[in-house]
T-cell receptor
Framework: GDSVTQMEGPVTLSEEAFLTINCTYTATGYPSLFWYVQYPGEGLQLLLKATKADDKGSNKGFEATYRKETTSFHLEKGSVQVSDSAVYFCALNPADFGNEKLTFGTGTRLTIIP | GAGVSQSPSNKVTEKGKDVELRCDPISGHTALYWYRQRLGQGLEFLIYFQGNSAPDKSGLPSDRFSAERTGESVSTLTIQRTQQEDSAVYLC???????????FGPGTRLTVT
């Protein structure tokens, strides 16, 4: 079945450091890929997405590129801020009609220290 | 407009009791999903409703779990004879149409003592 494997945390970085959170997936067909973020005390919200190979999703300075050849969707940010502290989830949607549920990774807790 | 809302936000119950969790999706969203997030784990899919089609119940962990949805409106997730392993945050999400972005509610934290 479909699965998502993401970098285990927790990850602690200093402000302005470069961030990479690795995510790889296993799926048949051509899934859509997502990064969701859960800030402390808040609900899960979509950070960015990509729906086909080589697409790059971006939002709030974060980027991720859909790499079909390596089945990866790594999250990157060039200069993190304290406000980026949160739990990040990689997810896929098979995008097959009748099978639209999201499959999530286990989440990576990110803490940014000033 | 209003987002997905869930109630209650927290629920503490004794082992063996039944609980009902409620989800109000975004108005006009045809698809509704329930997920479970146990401590330190990712989100697990439970059940999915799309319009008037039969729901996809493939993620329900046991027959103690059931869910209903009234048309394209409110959904309730019922857990009968709760067990300690049912303790988790239960998240509801809705989307305008399947494969579109899913919008999540704040969740219901269920603690079974």
């Amino acid at each position: 079945g479909d699965s998502v494997t993401q970098m285990e945390g927790p990850v602690t970085l200093s402000e302005e450091a470069f961030l990479t959170i690795n995510c790889t997936y296993t799926a048949t067909g051509y899934p859509s890929l997502f990064w969701y973020v859960q800030y402390p005390g808040e609900g899960l919200q979509l950070l960015l997405k990509a729906t086909k190979a080589d697409d790059k999703g971006s939002n709030k300075g974060f980027e991720a590129t859909y790499r079909k050849e390596t089945t990866s969707f790594h999250l990157e940010k060039g200069s993190v801020q304290v406000s980026d502290s949160a739990v990040y989830f990689c997810a896929l949607n098979p995008a097959d009609f009748g099978n639209e549920k999201l499959t999530f990774g286990t989440g990576t807790r990110l803490t940014i220290i000033p | 407009g209003a987002g997905v809302s869930q109630s209650p936000s927290n629920k503490v119950t004794e082992k063996g009791k039944d609980v009902e969790l409620r989800c109000d999706p975004i108005s006009g969203h045809t698809a509704l999903y329930w997920y479970r997030q146990r401590l330190g784990q990712g989100l697990e899919f439970l059940i999915y409703f799309q319009g008037n089609s039969a729901p996809d119940k493939s993620g329900l962990p046991s027959d103690r779990f059931s869910a209903e949805r009234t048309g394209e409106s409110v959904s309730t997730l019922t857990i009968q004879r709760t067990q300690q392993e049912d303790s988790a945050v239960y998240l509801c999400a809705s989307s305008l149409f399947p494969v579109y972005e899913q919008y999540f509610g704040p969740g219901t934290r269920l603690t079974v003592t």
